[in-house]
């Protein structure tokens, strides 16, 4: 009899059934799936690790930055600490300096901290000689300077241009040149004037200031009169550097510089970006006696007496992840702990410790990223070896 269902052989060649593609279809969309989920995670995982990554490395970085310029800062005056915080003054091009650059430096101090208003970041200018050799305060002798005398206007008699390194050293040298800004000061409360050395002392015990009234040497300015124990101190080219957190969400470490250009004009380079990620600073003072910290705080000194108390700068930075997060993983305001030893303006108690909340939700879905908390102590060594 004749067979009509098809052979073994026969039925394998047919292919598949509808049901079956369906099936297998199926499994590889969900193979598919997994895989891409894997993936999709472990991308995840990548992109927040290396966004971590950068954080930790933006941060250091911009904490150690801070350090070295901060390590300089009072360098050439704070070896009379008695100067401090006098109400410095100066003319270029006849024109009042607080005029033509609102920013230029009202006191002669290492540094100021301008706290951020509700929490915002804080802005912390260094103020330091840029002699490129080494900066002393000199004294002045008699018969000092005297801007109405025609003998003595033109020129600033000291007690030596020349100044030994140490007591155990014959290296000397000439500590003045031209070019070089000289403040003339009597004493904290009064106000220190700048002017522009215009020669080279050589071996005379003389600084001379000639009138030049397009640049620091309007005539009779300085225009109060110094006289033997007052002071020159050599800014040099001035170091004024200013610190602050870029506006916006990335935020970013910037620092705003005074520069001289080759005829002595001034003005202001920047804000120049030095680290990204960067969303928060705050500083403290830390102020004392004898060398020793007893108490920090953002207020800054008033005078030169409370400018002697001040021994280091305690910082904290806060890095942002540049990775955005689907999910919710920052849920308050990072923690800047400062311990209980030493008292702490603004400190809130945080288990057996002190801690500072430092401030990131004014940023636009700020919990959406994660944030490292960098913080030191900076002694300003100028001011703890004026001791």
Same mark, same amino acid.
């Given at each position: ?34 895989? $891409? ?14 966004? &971590? ?8 970085? *911009? ?21 401090? &915080?006098?109400?410095? $003054?100066?003319?270029?091009?006849? $024109? ?31 103020? *330091? ?7 002393? =305060?000199?004294?002045?002798?008699? =018969? ?5 005398? =025609? ?22 040298? !000439? ?29 005379? =015990? ?23 124990? !007052? ?38 380079? &920047? ?22 910290? $007893? ?11 409370? @400018? ?24 308050? !305001?990072?923690? @800047? ?8 303006? &603004? ?18 879905? @700020? ?21």
């Amino acid at each position: 009899m004749y067979s009509t269902r098809p052979s073994s052989s026969r039925r394998r060649s047919l292919g598949f059934t509808l049901i079956e593609l369906m099936v297998g279809v199926v499994i590889g969309l969900l193979a598919t799936l997994a895989v $891409t989920q894997v993936m999709v995670s472990s991308e995840g995982q990548k992109r927040t690790t290396t966004s &971590g990554s950068d954080a930790q490395v933006n941060g250091a970085l *911009a904490l150690s930055s801070l350090q070295r310029s901060f390590q300089q800062a009072g360098y050439g005056f704070t070896t009379v600490p008695s100067l401090m &915080g006098c109400t410095l $003054t100066a003319v270029f091009n006849g $024109t009042s300096i607080a005029t033509l650059l609102p920013t230029f430096p009202t006191r002669l101090a290492p540094v100021f901290i301008t706290q951020g208003a509700s929490g915002a970041p804080d802005s912390i200018r260094v103020l *330091a000689s840029g002699k490129t050799s080494y900066s002393v =305060p000199i004294r002045m002798s008699a =018969p000092g300077y005297n801007p109405t005398d =025609p003998l003595t206007k033109y020129k600033f008699s000291v007690s030596s241009v020349r100044s030994v390194l140490g007591p155990k050293t014959d290296i000397s040298g !000439n500590v003045i040149g031209p070019g070089d800004l000289m403040v003339a000061a009597s004493s904290g409360s009064a106000a220190c004037e700048m002017f522009q050395v215009t020669s080279d002392p050589g071996s005379s =015990p003389v600084v001379d200031r000639a009138d030049d009234a397009t640049k620091w040497n309007k005539v009779g300015f300085p225009a109060a009169s110094y006289g033997d124990g !007052n002071y020159l101190i050599n800014m040099g080219p001035m170091v004024d550097q200013t610190y602050s957190v870029a506006a916006g969400e990335t935020g970013g470490l910037q620092v705003r510089t005074l520069k001289l250009a080759a005829d002595s004009t001034p003005s202001y380079e &920047g804000p120049v970006e030095l680290f990204p990620g960067i969303v928060n600073l705050k500083a403290l003072y830390g102020k004392g006696a004898a060398g020793v910290v $007893t108490s920090w705080d953002n207020t800054t000194p008033a005078n030169a007496a409370e @400018w002697q108390t001040l021994y280091a700068v305690r910082l904290v930075l806060v890095a942002r992840s540049s990775q955005y997060e689907k999910e919710t993983v920052t849920f308050a !305001n990072p923690l @800047w702990d400062v311990g209980n030893v030493i008292p702490v303006t &603004g400190a809130a108690t945080c288990g057996t410790s002190k801690c500072v909340s430092v401030k990131v939700d004014h940023l636009a879905d @700020w919990n959406h990223y994660r944030y490292k908390v960098f913080d030191t102590v900076i002694a300003l060594r100028n001011m703890v070896w004026s001791e």
